[in-house]
């Protein structure tokens, strides 16, 4: 297909998406008004509120980027809005439905999900919050150079969307108070973990020295562990603290076991000790 025809195509299509009306309600206050809450463990909250469903964009890319045409190749518009929503939907659900701390969620007008390349870090994909929205960007390089059958590149993107649309819902902490960047890389590959997406990039279950350490896949099947075996929803509420601080004795508060006597009950489960 010749460029301008590509492009006038994408051009089109550009104003098809602008016309189209993708909008569920906009957040009106997903802060003060909490659906559920109280005594107990997840009540089967299946309900997503409209506070919740933010409105989703896929953003086109230029024609001739390798990683943006394989990827609206295999997806298209209609699967890369469904992933989108499915997997919004699914880390909604693991970090706030039916926990038992409520918890407010951070107000996300706007999803938007770009194929690009990322300058600056070695990375497959990361999440920025431009103008209060959310926006997902996938590198358009690791995209194009994936390796493996189209099914393979598939699945892949769609364990990097559940662990990014973790970063769009989760807190972060606050500025004294800043978890390190384990646990929050944690949390979102937990909700991929979860979803059946285990990255083959992961250390095995039990590896590692310290809960907390920088290599891929150690505190992901360390807080697996304490969700399974400890105190389930520990991650949820863990989460949930973050909203407000953050410290070590989280986990002691939530599970009555400190870090270290978790990370060693975990080593023991595993016989890695
Ligand atoms: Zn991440």
């Not at 150079?145 to 590149?153: A, E, F, M, N, W």
């Not at 993107?157 to 970063?167: A, L, N, P, S």
């Not at 601080?245 to 060693?264: N, P």
């Given at each position: ?6 492009r006038n195509?994408?051009y ?9 009306s ?6 009106s ?18 309900e ?5 469903r ?7 890319g ?6 943006w045409?394989?990827?609206?190749e ?45 300058v600056l870090k ?11 929205e959310a ?6 390089k ?6 493996g ?26 500025k ?11 949390i979102?590959?937990?909700s ?5 997406f285990?990255?083959e ?8 020295y310290?809960?907390?350490q ?9 807080l ?20 407000e601080?953050?410290?070590e ?19 023991r ?5």
């Amino acid at each position: 297909m010749s460029t301008l025809l590509w492009r006038n195509l994408l051009y089109c299509f550009f104003i098809l998406l602008s016309v189209m009306s993708y909008s569920q309600e906009q957040m009106s206050d997903g802060q003060t008004e909490m659906p559920y809450g109280g005594e107990g463990m997840p009540d089967n909250q299946k309900e997503i509120p409209d506070s919740a469903r933010p409105q989703l964009a896929l953003l086109l890319g230029t024609a001739g980027e390798k990683g943006w045409e394989r990827f609206y190749e295999l997806f298209g518009y209609g699967n890369a809005i469904a992933l989108m929503q499915e997997s919004s939907d699914f880390v909604w659900l693991l970090v706030y439905g039916g926990r038992m701390l409520s918890t407010p969620w951070p107000t996300v007008p706007r999803i938007a999900l770009c194929v690009k390349t990322i300058v600056l870090k070695n990375t497959p994909a990361h999440t920025t919050f431009p103008d209060g929205e959310a926006l997902i960007t996938l590198d358009d390089k690791y995209v194009s150079t994936y390796p493996g059958s189209d099914d393979d590149v598939i699945t892949e993107i769609e364990g990097v969307m559940y662990h990014e649309m973790t970063h769009v819902w989760q807190w972060f902490g606050v500025k004294e108070f800043r978890p390190p960047g384990p646990l929050i890389e944690g949390i979102a590959d937990f909700s991929r973990l979860k979803k059946g997406f285990a990255s083959e990039n992961w250390v095995e279950p039990g590896q590692g020295y310290q809960w907390d350490q920088k290599k891929n896949g150690v505190t992901v099947y360390f807080l697996e562990y304490c969700d399974r075996q400890e105190k389930p929803g520990i991650v949820a509420d863990l989460n949930a603290k973050l909203k407000e601080s953050w410290d070590e004795s989280l986990f002691y508060e939530l599970s009555g076991k400190s870090v270290g006597q978790l990370w060693r009950a975990y080593k023991r489960f595993y016989k890695e000790l």
